[in-house]
């Protein structure tokens, strides 16, 4: 089992920069591929971005590339999640996900945290 806990979220503004953090406790870490997904009111949650178990390996979705990175601390059981030059449409609930492999669907993920909300005002 992993437990996997968000925060970071909050309000900003547009134009504006949050880093999200993912906190993991339980089996290996260091082991597992992690990812961002979000879900705004009304839609699926979609994939944001993710990053291998040694940190080598990133991807993300096309609209965030360029404003967000993905990185992750082994020795602290961490990953993050810096959004920059956050829109309005960035706003939703942010979930992290620990799978066995890098994955852009959600299907791919065993463990999900809890989420933290990200609201872009414009």
């Known amino acids: 089992q992993v437990q996997l806990v968000e925060s970071g979220g909050g309000l900003v503004q547009t134009g504006g920069s949050l880093r999200l953090s993912c906190a993991a406790s339980g089996r290996s870490f260091s082991s597992y591929a992690m990812g961002w997904f979000r879900q705004a009111p009304g839609k699926e949650r979609g994939f944001v971005a993710a990053?291998?178990?040694?940190?080598?390996?990133?991807k993300y979705a096309d609209s965030v590339k360029g404003r967000f990175t993905i990185s992750r601390d082994n020795a602290k059981n961490t990953v993050y999640l810096q959004m920059n030059s956050l829109k309005p449409e960035d706003t939703a609930v942010y979930y992290c996900?620990?799978?066995?492999?890098?994955?852009?669907?959600?299907?791919?993920?065993?463990?999900w945290g809890q989420g933290t909300q990200v609201t872009v005002s414009s």
């Open positions: 996900g620990a799978a066995a492999f890098v994955a852009t669907s959600d299907r791919g993920y065993d463990y």
């Open positions: 990053i291998s178990w040694s940190g080598g390996a990133t």
